[in-house]
């Protein structure tokens, strides 16, 4: 094995040995195949990932794709890093490694049998939900094992009239919130009245985990239904939007409650007949009061939740009610993202076409600035319509000095609007 040592930008080496073959950068799960060549396990699953069934260093067949654990180097290589801590390697950390097959099977076993000890089922779920939440390997791991449709028939075995399995179906509900499902078992669900009903209850319930991962599931059925009358029939459910809207106002700091409520929320609202039920139940005010505290992704989706309900009149009319809507869409233009300033400009544009009262806000809010930046920007063609639409709507509003005393726009081609 050669023994030379390249160097760093940090100005320290790495052995040659402690590289991966593939990546050729410092190995942090080094794992054998069984050709006995060593990887970094992120490499090696990539390579293995894309149809190769052979070793990349070897060229031999790997005719057996387990990987083992090369525990010894592993720590050699974090005594090395100790060792050069002082030129700003860090330590890497001891990986955990994917759950066994077999233990996930037995597990799967436990919590499925009518017969075994409730205690027994409980923990066997709680031991696997503690495993999808570690790492996506795992998570493929027991994804692999028919998982799904066992925790859906676990879920909803509480509708039965005898069954006193609630919390069982609680924690198999907070295992189904970690995955994707497919059409035919969103279909298990979106078909039958009675589950859904069972989901919006649950978003009711005194546990918020309880009602986050009821309203993931839910999210998660919406979004794989391709029949538009099922999903209808999910966003027509009785409470449903009360009951997502509740765990966007939850008082309490839970990042996760944002996170999962506006995906919810947007998923329910991309059906448009029943959007004026996202309105009634307080979408708009908790879509406005929590607008800043959302994460970029999850930002997007609350702006485009808003863009949605401003389509409709009763929508229009209660963000324009409240004080913080206009000014808050005139501040998120070109500050989060592309696609956020496409949905707040389009969200101003259905609002300024509604009411002269919102095009004069929106004009003293500073929309005039910010509108001609877009349309000059490097953001979505989208984006640049709606804002030369809404200056176009706008022009009677502008102030005779807003662009005629503007240097910065002399050369804007929105001029002649």
């Not at 069984?34 to 052979?54: F, H, K, L, M, P």
């Not at 078992?185 to 319930?205: Q, W």
């Not at 609202?269 to 004026?276: G, I, P, T």
């Not at 908790?286 to 800043?292: F, M, V, Y």
Request: a neutral charge.
């Amino acid at each position: 094995m050669p023994v030379s040592l390249e160097p760093l930008d940090v100005g320290v080496q790495i052995p040659y040995h402690f590289r991966c073959p593939i990546s050729l950068e410092l190995m942090r799960d080094p794992v054998t195949v069984c050709t006995g060549q060593t990887y970094d396990r992120t490499s090696i699953e990539s390579w293995v990932a894309t149809g190769n069934t052979t070793c990349p260093v070897t060229r031999s067949p790997l005719t057996d794709f387990t990987l083992i654990p090369n525990h010894t180097l592993r720590r050699l290589i974090q005594e090395w890093c100790v060792a050069n801590r002082s030129f700003g390697v860090e330590r890497i950390p001891t990986p955990k490694q994917p759950a066994d097959p077999t233990m996930v099977r037995n597990l799967l076993n436990q919590a499925s049998s009518g017969s075994a000890p409730f205690g027994l089922r409980l923990s066997a779920l709680r031991r696997l939900r503690g495993l999808a939440r570690d790492s996506d390997k795992n998570r493929s791991v027991i994804a692999a094992n028919n998982t799904r449709e066992i925790l859906l028939a676990i879920a909803f075995s509480d509708l039965d009239s005898n069954s006193n399995s609630s919390e069982l179906s609680h924690e198999s509900l907070a295992i189904l919130s970690l995955f994707s499902l497919s059409e035919p078992e969103c279909m298990f669900v979106a078909a039958d009245s009675d589950r859904i009903g069972y989901l919006v209850n649950l978003l009711f319930h005194s546990s918020i985990d309880v009602r986050v991962n009821s309203a993931a599931l839910i999210e998660i059925v919406v979004a794989g239904l391709r029949s538009p009358d099922l999903r209808a029939q999910i966003s027509n459910a009785h409470e449903i939007f009360e009951g997502i809207v509740g765990i966007l106002t939850f008082p309490l700091a839970y990042p996760r409650a944002l996170k999962i409520g506006i995906k919810a929320l947007f998923a329910l609202c991309l059906v448009k007949q029943h959007r004026h039920k996202a309105v009634e139940a307080g979408a708009v005010e908790a879509l406005i009061d929590r607008l800043a505290e959302f994460e970029k992704c999850d930002s997007e989706r609350a702006l485009a939740s808003v863009e949605l309900l401003c389509r409709i009149p009763s929508g229009c009319v209660a963000f324009a009610a409240h004080s913080l809507t206009v000014p808050l869409l005139v501040k998120i233009i070109l500050k989060i993202s592309d696609r956020a300033t496409e949905y707040a400009a389009g969200a101003l544009l259905s609002l300024c076409s509604a009411s002269e009262l919102t095009q004069r806000e929106a004009v003293a809010a500073g929309v005039l600035t910010k509108l001609l930046l877009l349309v000059q920007s490097d953001c979505t063609e989208r984006a640049k319509r709606k804002a030369q639409m809404l200056l176009k709507l706008l022009r009677d509003s502008w102030p005779e000095d807003s662009i005629a005393n503007s240097d910065d726009f002399a050369c804007s081609d929105i001029v002649p609007f």
